[in-house]
């Protein structure tokens, strides 16, 4: 089983859009079992997925994590994917956590009992570097770095690269990172190709690569995460849902 952790410390760098729209591709058209993870004290996902958070306010990942309640309790139905969801009390994980004996493997023993249920797992991680980024990248057997084309997105990244080869090597020898994924992509500017050339360097230090996939921005992207719908079956994303397509043939999935 594959678990792909979405991870960049930054908002607004499409984390949430590549989790979704790779588990309604998995679960539509490849007939996969998926269950999303929302570690994201935002909920985003959650809500995209039509999930009612009040109906989950204790059986969802915080209750999950603080060994309250069994995965079986704890998983929403959506229509193509399964997901647990989030809390906004995550955004206290930091301290609910800090005195927790190793408190890093806690979403990847929580997870375990599910293994045999789910063909993929893919999480949705916070915009931050904090104890839940960990769980994330200890639990996980694929990494996926989104990045804006810009500068300022940029500038996390050899930070976050650092957590990675930590946590590969004193907690998950076998964690991968697959690439960096360009995201809301123009491809017009000076600067996108500038950055995309800074990328490549970045790509090459951290060992890795910048996917030749680049996503496109579109809004009804947005609509139809604001409407609780699916994207790959909302109009007008046809577009974005051929690129994610095209992101999983660059993903060597088991």
């Known amino acids: 089983m594959e678990i792909i952790s979405v991870n960049i410390q930054k908002g607004g760098c499409g984390k949430t859009t590549t989790c979704q729209v790779l588990a309604e591709i ?49 998983i929403a139905e959506s229509e193509y994917y399964d997901i647990i969801p989030g809390s906004l009390n995550l955004t206290d994980a930091d301290t609910i956590f800090n005195n927790v004996i190793s408190k890093e493997t806690l979403l990847k023993d929580a997870l375990a009992p599910a293994a045999s249920a789910y063909d993929i797992i893919i999480i949705d991680t916070p915009p931050s570097l904090n104890v839940l980024a960990s769980m994330a990248l200890t639990a996980c ?23 990675i080869s930590q946590i590969k090597k004193k907690l998950n020898p076998d964690l991968s990172l697959e690439g960096i994924l360009l995201v809301k992509y123009g491809g017009r500017a000076n600067l996108d190709k500038a950055v995309v050339d800074g990328l490549d360097d970045m790509a090459k230090r951290m060992e890795t690569k910048v996917f030749n996939t680049k996503v496109r921005e579109r809004v009804k992207l947005r609509e139809a995460q604001s409407q609780q719908q699916s994207v790959i079956d909302y109009p007008d994303t046809k577009d974005v849902v051929a690129d994610y397509r095209e992101l999983l043939k660059e993903i060597e999935l088991k």
Request: hydrophobic content about 40%; glycine content about 6%.
């Open 26 to 74: 998995l679960g539509k058209e490849f007939d996969k079992n998926v269950l999303c993870v929302d570690m994201d004290p935002q909920c985003n996902l959650t809500a995209a997925a039509g999930v009612n958070l009040l109906e989950y306010q204790e059986k969802n990942l915080l209750g999950l994590l603080k060994e309250e309640y069994p995965i079986q309790d704890c």
């Open 141 to 163: 057997t694929k990494v996926i770095i989104p990045c804006l084309a810009d500068y300022f997105a940029m500038m996390g990244l050899n930070q976050l690269f650092g957590r």
